[in-house]
């Protein structure tokens, strides 16, 4: 996670911080599993703020769910 401040000098640093460890015992699931949920997704797998167990998707019979739970390993669920 990086934080910007500015610091006395009026000039901007960026610093980088551990994930939020209260997310840890969180879970997150999309309505969809296009294009910009698959990136969303991928992203916090990688910076470690999910378990992949804790994340579900789901989307129209379009495959796009199933693409993106077999390559990550999230859940997923069928709409109604």
């Known amino acids: 996670i990086l934080h910007q401040e ?3 000098s009026g ?3 960026v610093r980088h911080s551990q994930p939020n ?3 840890k015992d969180s879970k997150v699931a ?3 599993a296009g294009k ?5 997704v991928k992203s916090l797998l990688r910076a ?12 129209a019979p379009d495959g ?4 993106l739970s077999a ?7 069928d709409s109604a």
């Open 64 to 67: 796009t769910s199933e693409k």
């Open 36 to 40: 910009m949920v698959s990136a969303i």
């Open 71 to 77: 390559e990550t390993g999230i859940l997923r669920f």
């Open 48 to 59: 470690e703020a999910f378990e992949s167990n804790d994340v579900a998707c789901c989307s």
């Open 6 to 8: 500015n610091n006395n």
């Open 30 to 32: 999309f309505v969809g």
């Open 11 to 13: 000039e901007d640093s």
């Open 21 to 23: 460890l209260a997310m």
